[in-house]
């Protein structure tokens, strides 16, 4: 080594300056890592949703889809609807069959309807056997599923397809055939729900009154 030669090292200022960009280069590896994350969980999220959709959706079609035409016993007033049928704007009361694969086989009533959930709204489907063709007058001891939490709004439409100008009305009042559709119109807090429309086909031959005749779409 030289004699004149000195040894350089890095300045203070040069090792602040490197200590100031490697921190940069940390916030920002750091931010792209969260970024990621909460892309992630939002895609989560966003399939989760999906999936209770379509298994809710699956649900309410299978149930829904098998409507009894059985009519009420001991009719006293011309006013009265005839079926074992309550259908209004917030409240739907039907007897059908409940799919084997859910693990309740045969015949019920079923009520849909908002109920009070953990102190919030949620969209509940109650199920009670059916022993006798008469609606029930009280669900307290009704066996319950919950369809869809925290619903902040819910409305039921039904329709008759065989009009020749099908309209979706918030009651049905007819006295002599079925709802062929019903829309089924939610919102719930953390998911946006599409408008779901469900054909309730009647039962074949559900309609014991009827000498044996099925019922179709409504008409006898």
């Known amino acids: 080594m030289l004699s004149g030669q000195r040894q350089r090292g890095f300045t203070l200022i040069e090792v602040l300056v490197v200590m100031t960009l490697l921190s940069l280069v940390v916030l920002a590896l750091g931010s792209a890592l969260r970024t990621t994350a909460q892309t992630e969980e939002r895609v989560d999220q966003r399939l989760a949703r999906n999936d209770e959709i379509r298994v809710v959706t699956s649900f309410l079609q299978s149930v829904l889809g098998r409507i009894s035409g059985q009519k009420l016993q001991g009719i006293t007033s011309a006013d009265e609807n005839p079926f074992l049928l309550r259908a209004g704007p917030q409240e739907l009361v039907w007897a059908g069959v409940m799919p084997a694969r859910f693990g309740v086989a045969g015949r019920h009533f079923f009520r849909l309807a908002l109920a009070d959930v953990g102190g919030a709204r949620a969209l509940v489907l109650q199920f009670i056997p059916l022993d006798e063709p008469l609606l029930p007058a ?58 779901l429309v469900v054909a309730m086909r009647p039962l074949i031959a559900s309609d014991p009154s009827a000498s044996g005749t099925a019922t179709f779409g409504g008409r006898r």
């Open 138 to 195: 009280a669900w307290d001891q009704a066996a319950a599923e919950v369809l869809v939490r925290d619903v902040a709004d819910f409305a039921l439409q039904y329709q008759d397809a065989a009009q020749d100008k099908p309209e979706w009305l918030s009651t049905w009042g007819s006295k002599d055939r079925l709802p062929s559709h019903v829309l089924i119109s939610m919102k719930a807090a953390n998911s946006a729900w599409p408008p």
